[in-house]
């Protein structure tokens, strides 16, 4: 099993400046997922994040808007960039693949005003 | 419409009820995953299947992969399975990403 923590657990944040989430894992993973799920709404995979490259990035995101680092393969960072409301979400880090549980952060509760 | 559909969105039920949820999906998967999601946003991994049935005590889920189809069930129902209960698929031949329903918000009465 794996154990996800995430900082900070919630924020509220004024439109045009940027938050950077951590998450660590008390074991040696992989791959790294991050979530954004807004309200009323499913998750979506942002981006996944492995270990000494740079991060895969689904349509619709882009590195200079969610910027993330991924230093060891225990630690990861997200960061929201030049937040506006529309980036009001919960964002979660994962780990898990191919036929392995998939394990999640308890999550970044985050309000842009 | 979406690759992952569940059914229902919302659903109330007194304790000791049996409960089902449905997903149906549209893609070739390798794996389903039932997620359950409190109201602080934390996901827990519930069950992960390829096939078949598994069961964890009060709760059940099956898969039919013909179908495209797999069920959740909760015996016995009681107010703290109260939750957001989610499906989601990992495509066939990937490492990675999950494709997520929307979820069923599921109230238990005492």
């Known amino acids: 099993s794996a154990v996800i923590s995430q900082k900070p657990s919630r924020d509220i944040c004024q439109r045009g400046t940027s938050l950077t989430i951590q998450c660590q894992v008390d074991?040696?993973?992989?791959?790294m997922f991050w979530y954004r799920q807004q309200p009323g709404q499913s998750l979506t995979l942002i981006a996944t994040?492995?270990?000494?490259?740079?991060?895969?990035?689904e349509s619709g995101f882009v590195i200079d808007k969610f910027p993330i680092s991924r230093p060891n393969l225990t630690f990861s960072t997200l960061t929201v960039s030049n937040m506006s409301p529309e980036d009001s979400s919960i964002y979660l880090c994962?780990?898990?693949?191919?036929?392995?549980?998939?394990?999640f952060g308890p999550g970044t509760r985050l309000l842009v005003l | 419409k979406n690759e992952v559909e569940q059914s229902p969105q919302n659903l109330t039920a007194q304790e000791g009820e049996f409960i089902t949820i449905n997903c149906s999906y549209s893609?070739?998967?390798?794996?389903l995953h039932w997620l359950q999601q409190h109201p602080g946003g934390g996901i827990v991994s519930l069950f992960m299947?390829?096939?078949g049935k598994k069961k964890h005590g009060r709760l059940i889920a099956t898969i039919n992969i013909q179908e495209k189809h797999s069920s959740r069930h909760i015996t016995a129902s009681h107010p703290r399975d109260s939750a957001v209960y989610i499906c989601?698929?990992?495509?066939?031949?990937?490492?990675?990403?999950?494709?997520f329903g929307k979820g069923t918000k599921l109230s238990v009465k005492p």
């Open positions: 994962s780990v898990g693949g191919g036929r392995e549980t998939q394990y």
């Open positions: 994040a492995n270990q000494g490259s740079e991060a895969t990035y």
């Open positions: 299947l390829s096939s």
């Open positions: 893609v070739g998967i390798s794996a």
């Open positions: 074991s040696q993973v992989t791959m």
């Open positions: 989601a698929v990992r495509l066939a031949g990937s490492q990675g990403n999950l494709i």
